[in-house]
């Protein structure tokens, strides 16, 4: 099981920036162990954040993405107290939520 998505969402005038650090190996499937066998990819395939249980973004992952994602936008709205959550899925069908409250 993987660690906790950290993630911060802090509202000012009006709109709500989030900010999220998935940890994740995120492994591409291209590089190849000691004994030169390839390592199976392994990535997080899709997320999906909520804003008081209303999708405010959905995105599709590919090897491309980084070990440990990192994540930043802003939504309009959102007032200190209320609640983003994020939900992810990998390849391997393992799944993920965190939640926070903004500030």
Excluded: C
Aim: aromatic share 4%; no cysteine; glycine share 8%.
């Amino acid at each position: 099981m993987s660690e906790a998505t950290r993630i911060r969402a802090t509202a000012k005038d009006g709109l709500t920036e989030v900010k999220m650090l998935m940890q994740h190996e995120m492994e591409t499937g291209q590089r190849k162990d000691a004994t030169g066998n390839k390592i199976p990819a392994w990535i997080i395939t899709n997320v999906e954040v909520l804003h008081e249980g209303r999708t405010v973004l959905e995105a599709q992952f590919g090897t491309a993405v980084s070990k440990n994602p990192y994540l930043v936008f802003r939504l309009i709205g959102g007032v200190k107290g209320e609640k983003i959550s994020v939900l992810w899925t990998d390849n391997r069908g393992d799944k993920r939520m965190d939640e926070t409250v903004i500030d």
